[in-house]
């Protein structure tokens, strides 16, 4: 990740303004009666991400003590939260009255007033939010635009200058800068800004969209085309829909506009930006808050919305994800995306049926995209129905002519599945097929390293394999446990207490990691230690079949250990090959949408 996004993340985790408990930002706050109860829910339920259930709750008891600082602001927050940005002006009003300086109740009422194009009162609410390091960006961002939209370009240009600030802000103030002259006409100045970030920002979405627009409006499409083909081979995984529905405009004739074409919508990306920055690497909470103000200026953003919900997937609240992404227009080069989303959310709310039925109707509807049977066959595989998964992995395969480096994924998910039907011979000429295409990919280097491993078949290989999976993720638990049960396996019990150790430092949680370090233990001569890893397994909550064997040797230990080498697995649920499939079961992947 980069330098400026990495940098505004701690900024913002370690800003008050960020923290629910407390949006003043100073060290005190008003004291709440703890026999409101409706409180202590609406902290239950905020703690569980059920912020609509928290909304009623602090409301519940804001109705008990109307004038309470800390009612007001929790009710505030998770009415923002929610989107109901009509009663979360009235709380904001409410809420200054109590704390006049309050950033929150500042940012809410100035985006509200903007809403409205009335952009002096609404500079004048930004000001308030200039409390925090973070808060001090923020309204310098919003008051530029604030200045933008009653038509002072000089002055709106003269904030962003004004503040010095360390160097990830200075990445948001010039981007935004860039936005702004450009949108005044003042369009040299805005390609100096766009060509200085974009050397160290290539692969920023948002930031290639709009230098290579500028460069398009401008009439310089070579310069947009390299632009967008140099995000392109900087880009690693699939490259964002909207960078490809430009490039293919710039081939034709149509005019292509600026990305920010009004006041309100540049307001609308400072909160974007920001928000879809925070939640996407863990301050879920106000980055939420920061997105639904973006949604309130700009509805229809198909950016801050695919973004609102990727942060509901990841708080599981699949249901209010669907129905943020039925708000993003139709014909938008997100679309075909959005659809497989759709049907991988049905598939988590157990409707399988009506995933599959989206799915079969997308790869009916285009002959050439592959991406609604890739994600049929990732959901047959993620459950266990492996015969229906290889079905739709064959049809994939058709689709794509001569397989490609990036087509690996498709070559190893259709290989696992062959193994766990017993197929071995197809399943190992698909994952060499998948390492051919692309030798350093650990998931298969593991997964084929292992499995010879545990057939005692291309010994020397398979270890080196696992070896070389190891280095290129050496804090991945799964995979170093893999070369510490590989050791186990060949009887080399000591390196296996070595890597096995190891794993269950990165992954304590793991009930089967545990097991074998257990193992291991036990083979060694370390019988308490052992006990404890397998005691410490069960409480971890292991399937039903594992946590019998482990009472089983917790009561009897061991048998006596087999010769090193010559081990066999009888069938598919031996113990190395759960392991394997417990690290290999994944989710369908997510197409790129923020």
């Given at each position: 990740m980069h330098f400026a996004r990495t940098a505004l993340i701690a900024a913002l985790l370690a800003c008050p303004l960020c923290q629910p408990a407390n949006a003043r930002g100073d060290e005190t706050q008003a004291e709440v009666n703890p026999s409101l109860g409706g409180y202590l829910a609406g902290r239950v339920a905020r703690g569980q991400h059920d912020t609509e259930s928290a909304s009623q709750f602090f409301k519940r008891a804001?109705?008990?003590?109307?004038t309470n600082e800390t009612l007001l602001e929790q009710s505030l927050l998770m009415d923002l939260t929610e989107g109901e940005i009509a009663e979360s002006v009235d709380l904001a009003q409410r809420l200054l009255e109590v704390h006049s300086a309050h950033r929150v109740a500042g940012l809410v009422l100035g985006v509200d007033a903007a809403k409205n194009s009335n952009y002096a009162d609404a500079n004048e609410k930004f000001k308030r939010s200039a409390v925090s390091l973070v808060g001090e960006v923020t309204s310098t961002l919003a008051g530029a635009w604030a200045r933008y939209g009653r038509g002072d370009v000089d002055g709106a240009l003269a904030q962003l200058d004004g503040l010095k600030q360390a160097d990830w802000a200075q990445f948001y103030l010039r981007y935004h800068k860039a936005l702004i002259s450009d949108l005044a006409g003042r369009h040299q100045e805005a390609g100096r800004l766009y060509e200085r970030i974009f050397r160290s920002e290539q692969r920023l979405v948002r930031l290639t969209l709009a230098y290579a627009q500028h460069a398009a409006a401008r009439g310089d499409r070579k310069l947009a085309r390299s632009i967008v083909a140099e995000h392109m081979r900087r880009?690693?995984?699939n490259v964002h829909p909207y960078i490809i529905a430009l490039g293919e405009a710039l081939e034709g004739n149509d005019k292509i506009p600026l990305l920010i074409t009004d006041p309100k919508q540049g307001l609308s990306e400072v909160f974007f930006g920001l928000g879809e920055a925070l939640s996407s690497e863990g301050g879920i909470g106000f980055g939420t808050v920061y997105l639904q103000l973006a949604l309130h200026l700009d509805p229809s953003s198909p950016f801050a919305l695919a973004a609102l919900a990727s942060?509901?997937?990841?708080?599981?609240?699949?249901?209010?994800a669907i129905r943020i992404y039925e708000r993003i227009p139709e014909g938008t080069p997100m679309q075909a995306s959005i659809r497989v989303r759709k049907a991988l959310l049905l598939n988590q709310l157990e409707r399988v049926d009506e995933s599959r039925m989206l799915l079969e109707r997308m790869a009916d509807e285009d002959s050439s995209d592959i991406r609604a049977l890739d994600a049929l066959g990732n959901i047959m595989r993620s459950r266990k129905r492996y015969d229906e998964a290889i079905t739709y992995y064959d049809r994939v395969i058709e689709r794509i002519g001569p397989p490609q480096k990036q087509h690996w994924g498709l070559f190893f998910?259709?290989?696992?599945?062959?193994?766990?039907?017993?197929?071995?011979?197809?399943?190992?000429?698909?994952?060499?097929?998948?390492?051919?295409?692309?030798p350093d990919q650990p998931s298969v280097l593991n997964y084929l390293g292992y499995s010879w491993v545990d057939q005692n078949k291309n010994l020397k290989l398979g270890m080196e394999h696992i070896r070389k999976a190891v280095r290129l993720r050496p804090d991945d638990g799964h995979i170093v446990d893999s070369l510490g049960w590989a050791h186990y396996r060949l009887g080399n019990y000591r390196e296996a207490v070595r890597y096995l150790e190891r794993a269950v430092e990165l992954m304590p949680q793991d009930p089967i990691l545990n097991d074998h370090l257990g193992d291991a233990y036990w083979r060694v001569g370390r019988r308490r230690e052992a006990r404890f890893q397998w005691n410490q397994s069960l409480t971890l909550n292991p399937e039903p079949e594992d946590a019998d064997k482990i009472k089983s040797k917790l009561a009897d230990g061991l048998p006596v250990r087999a010769q090193p080498r010559t081990v066999k697995r009888p069938n598919q649920q031996a113990r190395g090959d759960v392991q394997r499939k417990k690290r290999t079961e994944v989710s369908p992947a997510s197409p790129q949408l923020r």
């Open positions: 804001l109705s008990r003590d109307p880009t690693t995984g942060v509901y997937e990841t708080t599981k609240r699949y249901e209010s998910a259709r290989g696992t599945s062959y193994e766990r039907t017993k197929n071995w011979p197809k399943a190992e000429t698909d994952l060499q097929r998948a390492l051919k295409l692309s």
